[in-house]
């Protein structure tokens, strides 16, 4: 296992069109959170997973965002009707949920251009 | 609102010299906090990280203290090295405080610059 994976690494779409995005966690973790990064800022939380219940999500993840963690392993994140502002690098990180206040670990992220 | 804030976009130190980066938080909630290194085309790597309970935590090179009363913490690399250029992202959690919340909360990063 060689880490966070993320599919695809790069993304263009138009306008209007949908997309869904692929994370694969390090294998023994069971918390997967999916954030997004804009040019110049800091990686910004968007939902979290523990197992395939999501917990948490934030007021950035809008009703055209969904995310899924059906069996527990890897995840999905789509993205309805994109609109130019959905522009970003969303991120992947996995941690482990036997001890509290462990590190996250990064995927590479996807870059989504919609033009 | 920002709640994690670094406030110095850039840094530039020679190499063999201490770097020190800075951060700042609102939130006396967070419980946690992390540093992390992000170079370019990849996504962030965890460093150093420090419970709300301690005030320094030593890695090899890496140092951060944390001074709650001042809701500041501080990363300080020594000896600084070229391979450390790279943008040091500070990230807090209010794990215990917000009932199990595991999200980070990042400030905007410094891209710090070692010059051989």
């Known amino acids: 296992d060689t880490g966070v994976s993320q599919d695809p690494r790069h993304k263009i779409t138009k306008r209007g069109q949908n997309v869904t995005f692929r994370c694969d966690p390090i294998s023994e973790h069971n918390r997967l959170y999916w954030y997004r990064q804009t040019l110049g800022q800091g990686p910004e939380f968007l939902t979290y997973f523990q197992n395939e219940a999501q917990l948490e999500k934030s007021r950035l993840l809008s009703d055209r965002f969904s995310a899924e963690r059906p069996k527990g392993s890897f995840s999905t994140l789509e993205i309805q009707r994109t609109e130019q502002g959905d522009s970003a690098m969303y991120l992947c990180a996995s941690s482990q949920g036997q001890v509290m206040n462990t590190e996250a670990f990064f995927g590479q992220g996807t870059r989504l251009t919609v033009v | 609102d920002q709640q994690v804030k670094q406030n110095s976009p850039s840094l530039s130190v020679q190499e063999g010299r201490i770097s020190i980066l800075n951060c700042d938080y609102t939130?006396?909630?967070?419980?946690?906090f992390l540093w992390y290194k992000k170079y370019p085309a990849e996504g962030p790597t965890f460093l150093i990280s420090i419970s709300s309970i301690k005030d320094k935590n030593e890695d090899g090179r890496f140092t951060v203290f944390l001074n709650k009363s001042a809701k500041h913490l501080s990363l300080h690399i020594v000896p600084s090295q070229p391979g450390d250029s790279a943008v040091y992202f500070c990230?807090?959690?209010?794990?215990?405080?917000?009932?199990?919340?595991?999200?980070?909360?990042f400030g905007k990063g410094t891209k710090l610059t070692v010059n051989p």
């Open positions: 990230a807090a959690s209010a794990f215990i405080t917000q009932g199990g919340s595991e999200k980070l909360v």
């Open positions: 939130n006396s909630m967070f419980d946690y």
